[in-house]
């Protein structure tokens, strides 16, 4: 099963608009870590936001705020007034604090990524 | 901030020879790096987690013989693609792990490998 779920290939939005990324992910981990990353074409993977599984204040980094409910196991990043810059791949990733059996502990699990494009 | 450096940032080679790409954490001591290989449209896939001092893991799938990881120190990770062939082109990344605050991860440049 996929532990990190990103259903929107890609996702337009006006350039001062709000966007809402979404991202799912599965564990059984009680403790767990999301993180949001932002890869524009030039490759170089910029880290935005994270989450921790017992925050119990959603994150918030400038624009970037993280919509985290953990019942539902989402994750979604909003983007307030964005930017032409803004446009790029964006992945949503998952560290588990235990893993599962012979999994690598530590590693970060990607999902498929959403292509944002802001236009003017 | 916490910088990861790699080298080079784009290789083109020839079919059958062997290349090597450099890891770098430039400010801090990484505990753990890991790297990544990136098709086009794609996501990261885990190729292998690097600790200092020990061999590499590598993950199902992924030839230890053909991806040679060396980690000569808490700064340096190297990933040796030994005689590449075309279906190697691709991009690779690595990231480099810092205990505190959260074991974030901090990634490299990534290096773009052309096999002709």
């Known amino acids: 099963a996929q532990k990190i779920t990103q259903t929107q290939p890609g996702m337009f939005v006006q350039e001062k608009e709000a966007v809402t990324l979404d991202c799912t992910y599965d564990?059984?981990?009680?403790?767990?870590?999301l993180f949001w990353y932002k890869q524009p074409s030039s490759g170089e993977m910029i880290f935005l936001i994270y989450?921790?599984?017992?925050?119990?204040q959603n994150a918030t980094e400038g624009r970037y705020s993280l919509n985290f409910q953990k019942a539902r196991k989402s994750a979604n990043l909003v983007i307030s007034a964005s930017q032409l810059g803004d446009s790029a791949m964006y992945f949503c990733?998952?560290?588990?604090?235990?893993?599962?059996?012979?999994?690598?502990?530590?590693?970060?699990?990607f999902g498929r990524g959403t292509q944002l494009t802001v236009w003017p | 901030g916490a910088v990861v450096s790699q080298h080079p940032s784009w290789v083109i080679c020839k079919s059958g020879t062997s290349v090597k790409i450099e890891c770098r954490s430039l400010?801090?001591?990484?505990?753990?790096m890991f790297w990544y290989r990136q098709f086009p449209k794609q996501s990261l896939m885990l190729m292998a987690t690097s600790n200092e001092g020990s061999k590499a893991t590598y993950e199902q799938g992924v030839e230890k013989d053909k991806f040679l990881i060396n980690h000569a120190s808490l700064t340096l990770s190297t990933l040796t693609v030994t005689s590449a062939h075309p279906e190697d082109s691709s991009f690779y990344i690595c990231?480099?792990?810092?205990?505190?605050?959260?074991?974030?991860?901090?990634f490299g440049p990534g290096t773009r490998l052309t096999v002709l």
């Open positions: 564990t059984s981990d009680q403790s767990y870590g």
């Open positions: 990733a998952m560290r588990e604090a235990r893993g599962e059996r012979g999994s690598t502990l530590g590693r970060l699990y």
């Open positions: 400010d801090f001591q990484a505990t753990t």
């Open positions: 989450q921790g599984s017992y925050d119990e």
């Open positions: 990231s480099a792990t810092i205990a505190v605050p959260y074991n974030e991860q901090f």
